[in-house]
């Protein structure tokens, strides 16, 4: 099963944040960073930085897809 973040970039841009500002806020590094704009896989622990950072749920930053 495939993961997307299309809704967590769309809040970015909806809330006018860079990703920088999004690692900033959620404390999250480089390489989790990265993780996420490859649409890999991360953490549950990742997710609820960024969560908490953003104020939403975590279905609303990410959908499972089938392959």
């Known amino acids: 099963m495939a993961t997307s973040y299309k809704k967590l970039w769309h809040i970015l841009i909806d809330r006018k ?3 920088k500002d999004l690692q900033e806020l959620a404390g999250l ?3 989790q960073m990265t993780k996420l ?4 896989d ?3 622990d990742i997710v609820g930085k960024i969560c908490k950072a953003l ?3 975590a279905d609303e930053i990410m959908d499972f897809l089938e392959e």
């Open 29 to 31: 590094n480089h390489y």
């Open 55 to 57: 104020d939403v749920k």
């Open 37 to 40: 704009a490859r649409e890999e």
């Open 17 to 19: 944040m860079k990703k």
């Open 42 to 44: 991360i953490t549950t």
